[in-house]
């Protein structure tokens, strides 16, 4: 016959410290219920509950022998079922924190080095042809694109006219356009301007 449930919380904690399994019975069938609720409640989740009541009473058996009790042990109890929940909680925002971080990471990462290759294949895709333009054509071109000079500027260093830079220019431009997609040559004009 059970008569451990005759005995008082004080009496239970005493012969547990002692290593009275049956008064540890006797204790988790008193307050494993309530503490489930109560893990329950403030969880929203069944299994993190359960764990929690699990967790909270295993302590106990193994901290029997050094464990101090100064409170009531349903006092005792509750805050630490409160305790190990607040710190469930401060864990999941971490990891919350930290999943977006690295999403957020992720997401430029991947943007900044896809955006990087991509405008590396174009100018040296752009760089190519540019050098395979007549001599004189490719000089008045990289003058203009690569110097920002203006026509009259060119035309005065070259000591050509300005319509022959003109010309020189829409030619390049054309060659380039026949060669290259015209998204290519829109990036050009973005480039450059």
Known sequence: MNIYHKYSDTELTALI???DSLA????????KGILFRHSFRMLGDEEEAKDVVQELFTQLWTRRENINISTALSSYLYTSTRN????IIAHKKIEEKYV???DCFLEKGEYITDHY???KELREQIEKE????????REVFELSRQDNLTYKEIAEELNISDKTVKKQINNAL???RQK???AFICALFLRFL
């Open 180 to 182: 290259l997609d015209i």
């Open 17 to 19: 410290t002692d290593g």
């Open 174 to 176: 054309s060659i380039l």
């Open 100 to 102: 977006q971080s690295l």
């Open 117 to 119: 290759f991509r405008e």
């Open 84 to 87: 190990r929940i607040l710190d």
């Open 130 to 137: 540019v050098s395979l333009l007549p001599p004189r054509m």
């Open 24 to 31: 540890f019975a006797e204790i988790y069938h008193r307050y």
